[in-house]
């Protein structure tokens, strides 16, 4: 007789970045084993491939790729909330007195920042407007494995964050151009435009916690719980 198929609860949560309704289940054992290796790994690529397929796991009626980054990290902290425990106990090193601290974050008490300046639209003139979208997880891993101090991470994250140029009788969509097509658009973008589209990217909604402390010494002290790495704890 075969070992019985187990039924997982479904949940729906909503999209920080739009409001849209999705629905999830819980990650399982797999999920976990997926999560606790890339853990292990210290490895920022690893950790963001776990997460990505994780969340594509549970995830029953959105695809991965379809999220913002921040969205992922949300529904990641919603996912080990009802699939585990929304307590996550972990040791940091007050970087004052070099000791171990013991913190214990509850992730429902996380929030998502959202800028008052956000905003997704960028004029290039009088006929057109640059219409500006939060960068993927696809987007994002094409940044890690790139050298920090290359001047292209700059110009990869603006073009990941550009959707669609329109005037009032047309739409071009950048995912329908090449490379070469949008890198010569952008050559002739004037530095307001530019200026813009990194002022976009600086305040994009994050999620973000701030969790006080006192150390060997006294000393009151903040740790900032910030970005997928951070709760990747």
Not at 49 to 78: G, R, S, T
Not at 120 to 128: A, L
Not at 162 to 178: G, I, L, N, T
Request: aromatic share 8%; charged share 30%.
């Amino acid at each position: 007789m075969a070992l019985p198929k187990i039924e997982l609860p479904i949940f729906e949560l909503e999209l920080p970045s739009t409001g849209e309704a999705v629905k999830y289940r819980p990650f399982t054992v797999k999920e976990e084993k997926i999560l606790l290796v890339a853990q292990e790994s210290n490895d920022a690529q690893q950790e963001l491939m776990a997460v990505k397929q994780v969340v594509n796991n549970c995830l029953v009626d959105k695809k991965v790729e379809e999220l913002a980054m921040f969205d992922l990290e949300y529904i990641l902290l919603i996912l080990r909330s009802k699939s585990v425990d929304n307590m996550i106990e972990f040791q940091i090193t007050d970087p004052e007195t070099d000791k171990i601290v013991e913190l214990k974050l509850d992730i429902e008490s996380v929030t998502l920042t959202t800028p008052d300046n956000n905003r997704t639209e960028v004029k290039i003139n009088d006929e057109y407007t640059l219409y500006l979208k939060y960068p993927s997880i696809d987007e994002y891993a094409k940044i890690l494995v790139m050298d920090t101090q290359d001047p292209l991470v700059n110009y990869v994250l603006m073009v990941a964050c550009m959707d669609k140029v329109a005037s009032e009788d047309e739409v071009s969509h950048f995912k329908d151009y090449s490379e070469e097509d949008i890198a010569g658009f952008v050559d002739n973008l004037g530095a307001d435009v530019i200026q813009g589209i990194q002022e976009f990217f600086e305040n994009i909604p994050r999620l973000r916690h701030e969790m006080k402390y006192t150390n060997a010494d006294g000393n009151e002290k903040t740790f900032v719980v910030e970005g997928m790495r951070s709760f990747f704890i």
